[in-house]
């Protein structure tokens, strides 16, 4: 039986980037992809509880059942898992998104929301990021990268409550390798942009700038990034700090 791989994203389904992916995923197996109808950027977590869901299918792509799903990217995966596939999927593969997924915006993305709500559900999962916002994005670079990925996952899984967060350059026509990594630390130094209307109301746009608060060390996504090499990041679902004890000191509680 060949895999069944659960392609996903936050861009929607008429994004070049789940379009790319979906076409070069086809020799690994039987490719489902559900999608949001809207593009859903910087949703992560999110699902819908206070509104129905609606769910269309949508002409074949490459030989691929394609959906479209009124929600947000973790509706997409829960509704493909639970009610539209014939069974539990070998991986879950979301992207690629346009944009880059890494350090801090690895919480905030939607593409990793899907990742996320895959390994939430015990299946292998990834997401594919491409360090360019253009809607017509070169993405050929990117394609031996995520074949040689999802092959090896799908030949030996993932740890438990693990899942992988690929960002790829942007503008560089050979990868200068790929390195498994950590998330830089940094942070966005956000603001809202005011501007008015044509009633003159005034309304809010949100721009910022990241900072990355250690650019000199190699054992980072953003430093890969900057210097042509992909990085990979393992992540995980529970976000619980692991020195347990030290918050029990911290706080007093011994119990």
Known sequence: MKPLILV???DGIDAKGVHELVRSLQHLGEVVCVCPEQPQSGMSMALTVNDMLRVKRVEDYHGAAMYKVSGTPVDCVKMAVDNLLPRKPDVVVSGINHGSNAAINVVYSGTMGAAF??????????G?????????????????????????????????GVCLNVNMPAQVKEYKGIRVVRGCRGRWDDRYDEYRDPARRPFYWLAGTFINTEPDNQDTDEWCL????????????????????????????YG
């Open 8 to 10: 996903s994203n936050d």
């Open 117 to 126: 709500e895959g390994s939430a559900y015990g299946i292998p999962s990834i």
């Open 128 to 160: 594919f990021s491409l360090t360019s916002h253009s809607e017509d994005a070169d993405f050929s670079p990117c394609l031996p990268v995520i074949d040689r990925l999802v092959k090896m996952v799908l030949e030996k899984g993932l740890p438990e």
């Open 226 to 253: 900057e210097h042509g090499i992909v990085s990979v990041v393992p992540v995980k679902l529970d976000p619980t700090y692991e020195k347990i004890d030290e918050v029990k000191e911290l706080l007093g509680i």
